[in-house]
């Protein structure tokens, strides 16, 4: 509280106090220097508050190139083994015109990936770059500098690589209009006529945050205990700007869409497998680490549901956490609910490359093939075939097939269920997939998902 001796800071954050000083600014927040490091009650206090302090900052230095802090900002540029030509350049007719030098690098050189650097890869850095009004990058080849209008390099290519169509697409503070354009893109977009434009754009909005956790869940954490406190910034001015309740990574008021998610399995090598939270509940996605995809951003537009089945009551959400509330790790979250339940018998898939494949089809009680199965966890696949799988329809939307969970009975409770896959249901009439009889003529029972 007294001083910090320049000597003793690592060379990030001392070259950050230069930039700092260079833009005449007064105050410097570092996470590490401003939140007490061993004191969970300072971190809890300070998680919640991480939006607004990104979010009203006037600029945010991002060391781009920096595997840690002690690489710092201002990385060497090495140009060795890089043809450059020197040309001269001036203006005969036109004297107003300076002369100077412009330089040409080889097309061989290999422009820098800034969207692909160490940064990119550590969750909490997300909600930093969506929030942030402005940002600078120090990148290892040259600087890049971001806002929310344009994005512009510093050797002034037309085409930048920091482009902002991704920050378009998660970021809440994108003018509704503009993010609708960039969910829509080029394809026919069909939604209710009676819908108003508040409720288009809420979900709108809603497809921003799927397609936000997507992008989250390809982030690595130091702590898995993260996961949610990372997010709580962007959750927080989601909910502000929808008045909609979070739940464990989710919203209660559009539930039913934000339970179809499933992992991305060909993409899991290397994150870990089992949940890193036993609190959680079985359907929320933040109980796991690695890739996966929300059904609301699956095919790049807004998915208007036809419910198989209708959200009763959401219990209130347990935590042990008083500072970070419903924005941390919650627990004991029951849905009560009205779906169909129907019986199914999977076989697990033994042949051909099981990353390119579900880990089981699914089978009615004739034998016949009704869907795909996409195990939440690879560890399913090396044991017995459950003897009571069932499936939880979600959706059945005429020209979609039905969607649905992969649950298991809670032994001594009847009615309550956990989540263990993701199912697509196939071999269905092509254009009529919502009126199979599989579906349809199984009678809606109230069931609990925990």
């Known amino acids: 509280m007294d001083t910090i001796h320049m000597s003793s800071l690592p060379p990030t954050f001392k070259q950050a106090v230069q930039i700092t000083r260079s833009l005449n600014i007064r105050y410097l927040w570092i996470d590490s220097l401003c939140i007490i490091q061993d004191s969970r009650e300072d971190w809890e206090k300070e998680s919640m508050t991480m939006g607004e302090v990104y979010g009203r ?38 004297p107003t015109i300076p002369r100077g030098k412009i330089y040409i690098i080889d097309p061989s050189f290999l422009i820098e990936q800034a969207n692909h650097s160490p940064l990119d890869t550590r969750g909490w850095v997300l909600q930093e770059k969506v929030l942030s009004p402005r940002i600078i990058h120090y990148g290892a080849q040259q600087v890049y500098w971001e806002c929310r209008q344009s994005t512009y390099r510093q ?11 991704l920050k378009q697409a998660i970021d809440i503070h994108t003018p509704f209009k503009l993010a609708f354009r960039g969910i829509k893109g080029s394809r026919e977009f069909v939604y209710p006529p009676e819908w108003s434009e508040r409720e288009l754009e809420l979900a709108v909005r809603m497809a921003q945050w799927y397609t936000l956790v997507g992008e989250y869940s390809q982030r690595k954490l130091t702590y898995t205990s993260d996961k949610l ?13 929808t008045g909609y309740q979070y739940l464990a990574g989710l919203w209660k008021e559009d539930l039913l869409l ?7 399995k060909r993409l899991l090598s290397g994150w870990p497998d089992e949940p890193v939270s036993d609190k959680l509940p079985s359907w929320s996605w933040a109980r ?9 951003s699956h095919q790049g537009l807004l998915i208007v549901l036809k419910p198989c089945c209708e959200v009763l009551e959401v219990s209130s959400p347990g935590s042990g956490n008083t500072l970070l509330g419903a ?60 003897k009571e799988l069932f499936c939880m329809v979600i959706q059945g939307a005429v020209d979609e097939p039905p969607l649905g969970l992969a649950v298991l009975p809670v032994l001594g409770q009847h009615t309550t269920y956990t989540r263990v896959g993701f199912v697509w249901f196939r071999n269905m009439p092509p254009k009529h997939y919502g009126g199979s009889d599989l579906i349809w003529k199984a009678e809606p029972t109230v069931v609990h998902l925990v």
Request: net charge positive; charged share 20%.
């Open 258 to 264: 934000g339970l179809l998610w499933y992992r991305r």
């Open 327 to 386: 924005y941390g790790e919650v627990s004991s979250v029951k849905i009560t609910m009205k779906a169909r339940i129907l019986e199914v018998t999977p076989r697990e898939i033994t042949e051909g490359a099981l990353d390119l494949l579900p880990m089981a089809t699914l089978h009615d009680r004739d034998g016949k093939e009704v869907g795909n199965l996409q195990y939440d966890q690879q560890l399913h696949h090396a044991e017995p075939p459950a």
């Open 155 to 165: 050797d002034a290519k037309y085409t930048p690589p920091l482009t902002n169509r």
């Open 288 to 296: 796991f680490m690695g890739p996966l995809t929300l059904y609301g």
């Open 57 to 94: 900052s006037y600029l945010t230095i991002a060391a781009r190139a920096a595997r840690n802090a002690r690489d710092g900002c201002f990385i060497a540029r090495a140009v060795s083994g890089t043809s450059i030509c020197q040309l001269e350049y001036s203006s005969k007719s036109e």
């Open 229 to 241: 406190p990372a997010l709580a910034g962007l959750a927080r001015t989601f909910a502000s700007a």
